[in-house]
């Protein structure tokens, strides 16, 4: 497995592999993403309604971002977008930061690596790259999987909104700073 750090726009093959991994994956996000109007959506509860199910609208405005892609045997398998030197809704020493927007992996793909290495390069790109020392991201409080990861990697819980997604089912913002 390798990461791709793909030039601005993406590729016409590069946005047919994200749209594709992006479809299989946009129902395990709550709410699902083609209820989404945008990547940064500051009220998750305030879905929109959709008559189709595909994340059209979210993929437009992912389109826009940054992305690191991972690659076996020259085929995507999975992508991370993110902002860089973004402000969110946190509280002020987190901002501006690289906020990653959405990670999505293969189903096929996933417990080989893939996320890690995704994790790797978007903090050693942020080391080398960029004018901030901060990533934020957020997720939902039953998504155990991706709390249990990045807090293993040690970004902390930095703000809770509570039932944002639903009845019982939290926004959870995290940030890390990173350093050489």
């Known amino acids: 497995m390798e990461i791709v750090t793909p030039d601005h726009p993406l590729t016409e093959q590069q946005k047919t592999a994200v749209w594709s991994i992006l479809c299989l994956c946009q129902d395990e996000f709550v ?10 959506q500051q009220f998750i509860s305030e879905s929109v309604t959709s008559d189709h199910f595909q994340p059209t609208a979210y993929y437009q405005e992912l389109l826009q971002q940054s992305f690191l892609l991972v690659q076996l045997d020259r085929q995507i398998i999975g992508f991370l977008s993110y ?10 020493e987190w901002n501006p930061a690289a906020y990653i927007t959405t990670i999505c992996i293969h189903p096929d793909y996933r417990g080989r690596g893939a996320l890690t290495l995704l994790y790797d390069a978007i903090e050693q790109r942020i080391i080398n790259q960029s004018k901030v020392r901060t990533i934020t991201t957020r997720t939902w409080s039953t ?5 249990h ?10 703000k809770t909104i509570p039932d944002d997604r639903g009845s019982g089912i939290d926004t959870i913002y995290f940030g890390k700073q990173v350093t050489t």
């Open 143 to 147: 998504n155990d999987a991706q709390i």
């Open 149 to 158: 990861t990045l807090e293993k990697r040690g970004y902390l819980r930095i």
């Open 83 to 92: 902002k860089d030197q973004h402000t969110i809704q946190v509280p002020s």
């Open 31 to 40: 709410p699902p993403l083609s209820r989404r109007r945008s990547t940064t």
